[in-house]
């Protein structure tokens, strides 16, 4: 369905006068996704996990700039392609609760967005209806405002949004933070109901064992950048995980030991090299030299020397 | 001893009751766990417990005494996003000063580096911006400190790192924690005891239950 290849995000912005500097948030970052397949996008905060869905619906800032290899369904992913493609084919949950329109009520909006997306005029009003009892949302919400909501309603309101229509990749930004366990279940096992229906789901989020429930794979952002690709299944125990981050995460999981046995990461270095090697312990001097290639093991990747 | 006496709140009088006639006491150094679904009034009891919002009945103490009106809050509270708790256009130097010259020490314990104080919150973080907020809660005055969601947006390794130090400085200075999260296994490592919140719809009170 996607397949990214080699992604890397620059910023520029001016320092001083006229100089320019450019930031490189985001490098050699891999990741694809099969139809019927949910993906769990976990990792450090600010790795770039947000960034990336912007980056595949091409919303992102002016001052950035994207190189590397996007295609879907097998065909590159031009900004052309990708203006027709984002909201009927590509949809986003956003992470933000402000990406409600403030103005409007939210039943207009779910069926503005059912209607972008292909759905024809008379059909909308029931597909909406649907929509908001799929997420237990009463039917007066649809004439209320976004204020109105409690912060659990708009979220939901938002899936409604995205899920309301034909798209066959969705990328869902952190649903489930702010919710309840039991609604958060909910919410991704509504994801995992229309994975089951051949559609692709990218689901970016920090809550590593809600995610572990409905995903097939997973993904690990460190430092912008892919450090590891694997099975839902790998993270019953240390002894599947390849990567010294992603053994670290896990660790300081609270239902595991809860102890961080990295540093957290705040630096990393641009001179070559692994990019988190000031922050891992098992580094040495290989991990100076040379940054390390995503390779293959087992059923998943990994980018480390030593794994 | 932090002390809710049969506390009642509402956001107006239309509106029906959060929760009326709730008692809670926290003694110090005692870390107590508060869950329980959206939007039954977890952070309003925590807004209520530092003084940002005035009971409509009962009262808050701290060792005997109500909050006090103006000056230092002895009872302090950390939100879940930290950049809308500070001034978007002060340096985190400036936003540390807000409680006093800040202490070294505590900045060394929180892993706060002194390259971080020149730069603009925006530059931070939000684990970086989190340890500054709570660098600026916890002043040698702050006897409880009231965590609602304080690590939620923040990953496992951070979230591990800074509760640590949380509570270390709980065990050494003997303050009273309470801790707000969706996190059963969180509150499960971290608390003493924790209550359930919930709200019995035909009474419209909510109830505190010790677990």
Sequence with gaps: ?307 | MLEATSLAYRYGKQRSWLFNDLNLRITPGEIVGMSGPSGRGKSTLAKLLAGYLTPSRGSVMVDGRPLPGSGHCPVQLLFQHPELAVNPRWKARDILAEAGPPDAALLRDLGIEPAWLARYPHELSGGELQRICLARALTSRTRYLLCDEMTSMLDPLTQASIWRTVLDISRSRELGLVVISHDQALLGKLCHRSVCYFQNDHLSSACLLAT
């Design chain 1, 1 to 307: 369905m996607l397949a990214i290849q080699n992604l890397s995000i620059r910023f520029t912005h001016y320092t001083f006068g006229l100089k320019k500097k450019e930031v490189c948030v985001v490098r050699g970052l891999d990741l694809s996704i099969a139809p019927g397949q949910v993906m769990a996008v976990i990792g450090q905060s600010g790795a770039g996990k947000s960034l990336l869905a912007h980056a595949l619906l091409g919303i992102l800032p002016r001052n950035a700039r994207i190189e590397g290899k996007v295609s879907f369904k097998g065909q590159r992913l031009t900004p052309e392609r990708l203006a027709t493609l984002r909201g009927s084919q590509i949809a986003l949950i956003p992470q933000s609760v402000t990406s409600l329109n403030p103005l409007l009520r939210v039943g207009v909006q779910v069926a503005r967005a059912a209607r972008l997306s292909g759905i024809s005029q008379k059909d909308v009003p029931t597909t909406v209806h649907r929509a908001f009892a799929r997420y237990l949302l009463q039917k007066e919400v649809e004439t209320w405002f976004p204020f109105q909501l409690s912060g659990g309603m708009a979220r939901r309101v938002l899936t409604a949004t995205a899920t309301v229509g034909m798209a066959d990749l969705i990328l869902a930004d952190e649903p489930t933070s702010g919710l309840d366990p039991i609604t958060a279940g909910e919410a991704l096992g509504h994801l995992r109901e229309l994975a089951n229906t051949g559609k692709a789901v990218l689901l970016i989020t920090h809550d590593i064992e809600t995610a572990l429930q409905v995903a097939d794979m997973v993904t690990v952002f460190c430092a912008g950048t892919t450090v590891e690709v694997a099975r839902a299944e790998d993270f019953k125990g240390l002894g599947h995980l390849r990567h010294p981050y992603t053994r670290a995460l896990w660790a300081a999981l609270p239902t595991n030991s809860f102890i961080g046995t990295m540093k957290p990461i705040e630096r990393t270095s641009d001179t070559g090299g692994c990019p988190f090697r000031l922050c891992c312990n098992d580094q040495d001097a290989v991990c100076g030299q040379s940054a390390p290639e995503l390779k293959r093991t087992g059923e998943g990747w990994v980018r480390c020397h030593h794994a």
